[in-house]
């Protein structure tokens, strides 16, 4: 019997490139985005623009020395950072889950479903349309991949991005309010739907568009949704109990990452994404209260490591300089208008049908109006694909960033207006017990009259 020799060990240059990449990336990263905070704005847009200033559109046009080193072209040194980034986001998704509380969702079932059908089927109408219209010449896509491309461009509007959406009420101390819980649970649904159609743009772009492999996507994502719902339920929660027993952080910490990545495993196995499969074993996480103040050393390195590296790989392969041409740039704003006219509206349309007040409508606008991280992985899927170029992939980053730069100030503008009640109150209570804060320094917001 002959054994296969064992893989050689990373040489010694590829683990000084990557230590030193990775190194920077966090760091630059971590000051950017605590910039971006002390101005008021996402930690996400400082974070973003970590690989925007390292990459080509700055530093790697001004000194392709330096970066040339620390960020060679090289795919498996870079395939190094995106390893380290991917887990960072299937974390991110999995804490996110954590968070959803689906209690409030059942309590407002009418509103959700008016809002996640409204919120998710007028901007993706109005992409699809507009990515018909997007000249070849920029598109640069070929006349058999044109409606590949038009649905990409109407899925990347019609998501919202969860994570961004969960560190937004967070940082703004609304994850406890029912608006709060119902922006994030119907950004999940919209999401789910989301996450099919992209795995549908991935079939099409790979073995093409057939009604055997739509059907058999569905299935897949219902008969996941299925035994998550059954036998993943009662498991996590044996689990979770069990670990959360010793009172201590580790187990419970362990158990949730394993939980989000077999999540991950099986739904990327059934050609779904894995981040799918991530978003949901969060939910069933969140089932076990008893654990969840265990998780607070797991949100604290997701958010403060893990997530901004996987942001500052994403940001690298932005070109600003694409934006030069004329056309690039009035393209950038019709999809950057489409996105916000469509989702805004889809949300408020849908929170006024579910009978919602105004404020409430603005709110849910507002909120998933955010795309976020989830809208740069369906760029950077389409940049794997080759269903988007360089320029297109730039655009619809651009549009990430914007788009959740406009939230805080509406969603503070519309919350400020409504009244928190008393199970909202004890819910923040107990939220700021699972991030580690005082409650004694929790502030109740207070209502500002109508104008």
């Not at 002959?2 to 490139?17: D, G, I, N, R």
């Not at 200033?53 to 046009?61: F, K, R």
């Not at 058999?144 to 967070?170: D, E, H, N, Y």
């Not at 507002?366 to 794997?384: E, S, Y």
Request: with cysteine.
């Amino acid at each position: 019997m002959v054994l296969s020799a064992a893989p050689a060990p990373m040489a010694h240059h590829q683990l000084l490139v990557f230590l030193s990449a990775l190194t920077v990336l966090l760091l630059l990263a971590r000051l950017l985005g605590g910039l971006a905070e002390r101005l008021g704005m996402p930690a996400v847009v400082g974070e973003l623009l970590t690989g925007v200033i390292l990459g080509p559109s700055l530093l790697g046009h001004l000194t392709p020395g330096i970066t040339g080193w620390l960020l060679p072209d090289d795919p498996g040194q870079m395939h190094l950072l995106d390893a380290v980034a991917q887990l960072g986001l299937l974390l991110l998704v999995g804490i996110t889950g954590t968070h959803v509380d689906v209690t409030v969702l059942r309590r407002h079932r009418r509103a959700a479903t008016a809002v996640s059908a409204c919120g998710l089927l007028i901007p993706l109408a109005l992409g699809i349309g507009l990515g018909l219209l997007i000249p070849a010449s920029v598109s640069a896509t070929p006349a058999a991949q044109r409606w590949t491309f038009a649905l990409l461009i109407g899925v990347a509007i019609c998501v919202s991005a969860v994570p961004v959406i969960a560190k937004t009420l967070s940082d703004m101390r609304l994850l406890h309010r029912d608006i709060g819980q119902l922006t994030l649970a119907v950004s999940v649904i919209d999401d789910v739907a989301g996450w099919l159609l992209l795995s549908l743009v991935a079939t099409a772009a790979t073995v093409g568009l057939t009604v055997g492999a739509v059907s058999l996507s569905v299935a897949y994502l219902l008969g996941f949704v299925a035994f998550a719902a059954t036998v993943g339920r009662f498991l996590v929660r044996r689990v979770m109990k069990r670990v959360a027993r010793s009172g201590e952080p580790g187990p419970a910490v362990a158990a949730a990452v394993v939980i989000v990545l077999v999540g991950a495993v099986i739904t990327h196995s059934l050609r779904m994404e894995a981040l799918f499969g991530a978003l949901v074993a969060g939910v069933l996480i969140a089932t076990t209260r008893s654990a969840q103040v265990l998780l607070a050393p797991l949100r604290a390195i997701v958010l403060s490591v893990l997530a901004p590296i996987f942001l500052a790989t994403a940001g690298l392969r932005m070109d600003l300089t694409a934006l030069a041409e004329p056309a690039v740039t009035l393209t950038g704003l019709a999809v950057l208008a489409v996105a916000i006219v469509g989702k805004f509206t889809g949300a408020f349309v849908g929170a006024r049908l579910g009978r919602l007040d105004r404020w409430s409508a603005m709110a849910l606008g507002a909120g998933m109006n955010a795309r976020g991280v989830i809208q740069v992985i369906v760029a950077l899927t389409g940049l794997r694909l080759g269903v988007l170029n360089t320029a297109m992939y730039t655009v619809v980053v651009l549009v990430a960033i914007v788009t959740s730069l406009m939230t805080p100030p509406l969603l503070r503008y519309a919350t400020n207006r409504m009244a928190e009640g008393e199970t909202e109150r004890l819910r923040r209570l107990e939220h700021d017990t699972w991030q580690g804060r005082s409650p004694a320094t929790a502030v109740t917001p207070t209502a500002t009259p109508d104008p």
